[in-house]
């Protein structure tokens, strides 16, 4: 009996979902440390320094690397494989976690010291998140697991871990203080690189690239094949369109989380409690949403399913911010953003897949990804200037135009009815040989 032949007590069945349950355990094990230390870490900078400028230099100094160093490794996770970029860079970023705790445990950390281990956080987890979404189709298809339907998990993971890991970082910051959420993060990333590295099967997620000479392991080789991902990108009008498309709506979601919903919960008396409500409702919409398309997406039309999680998802948040709504009616509002925000991350990284040819999957992934998120840094500043200049509701207006015209020109170019086409260029049949072992692609965070 083969691995993948149904066997009468299912163990065929279980071993082929293997590979797929590994990499979403260990997704969810390090997204979920991530979201608690992005509660412990800036309430430690808090208060032991007092600064809020100091609390944000904390988290430019982790988002700068993690975006930058992601995007250049992506020629390496092609050559060294995913598999191994996963569980070293996981067991680099507990390290660097753990160390916080260390040294002011030995009363050794000031700030540059912190800086720097944030910086290294950063500079590892970006490759490290990387390699994990480019093993799950892989893993998806040795358990011939719909690719939608693979995704669409992952974009659960993603969301509980938004969902869970806050709540579980103010629990434990409010019972235990700050430095125990750290050291929970450090566990964490230490737990999936332990799953990564012992609980995949042996043959998954090694290196797509050969190696074809001795000058390809050289500094000239990496940039060629650098090179060679940036040209295909530019290639793909697709690929580039969606790239840009949710580049503008990330700064946009940047700032709407940053600045937007703190001033107007001030503003409108509804204060912090409303902000964690906004998050939670929204949050758990988006879990049931990333279900449905776990389920349903594959059989859907996917340009209809992407255009109508964005309408959703965008402007009605910042709309009924600006007409000073009941906190009821924007709860509501939010739980109907979160519903079809879940759909969008399934379709778009089923699209990504397809279209890339897996020994290109990691350097292109890389530069999608950095160059989605490169204005969230840039979200927050805008925002808080703009508001500083002509008040909230007029930026908020602002702010949901621009979100509905990108979105809905951006579905209306030509080369998005690629989307609903059963494959890209050069991709083989689902199940395929050579499909079989290709890797993933998603440029929404």
Known sequence: MTEDAPGIDGISSRRSLRPLGGVLT????????????????PWFVLVTTGSATQTGLVAFCEMTPYVVVKAFTG?????????????????????????VPVFHAL?????????VLVALIGAARGPGDLAKE????????RGRVPLERATGLSGVIERLASTVGPAAGGSLVALLGPLAGLVINAGCFALGSLIIGLALPRGMGHATVEASSQA?????G??????????????????LTVIVMVGITNLLDAAISTVLIPVWARESGNGP?????MGSVMGAAAVAGSLIAALAAHRLRRRAVVLTGFLLAGAPRFLILAFDAPLGAVLAVFAVSGF???????????????????RMRGRVNALGDSLAWAGIPLGGLLAGAAVAVVGLAPVLLACGGAYFLTTNLAGLRPEWREMDRPGGRGVPPPYSKEGASQGSANVVP
């Open 273 to 277: 409690t409303a902000i964690g409500l």
């Open 75 to 99: 020629p390496l996770v092609d050559r060294i494989g995913p598999r191994t970029v996963s569980w070293t860079t996981d067991l680099a970023s507990a390290g660097a976690a753990a160390a």
């Open 222 to 239: 990496y940039w060629r094949r650098f090179g060679e991902g940036f040209t295909f990108l530019r290639g793909e009008s697709l690929l």
């Open 134 to 141: 480019v093993m799950v189709p892989e893993a998806a298809e």
């Open 107 to 115: 009363d050794l950390l000031s700030l540059p010291l912190l800086l």
């Open 340 to 358: 079809g925000a879940g759909f969008i991350n399934p379709v778009l990284g089923a699209v990504l897949f397809e279209r890339v040819p897996r």
């Open 216 to 220: 390809d392991e050289t500094g000239p």
């Open 26 to 41: 260990a997704m969810a094990v390090s997204l979920t440390g991530t979201r608690i230390s992005l509660v412990a870490l």
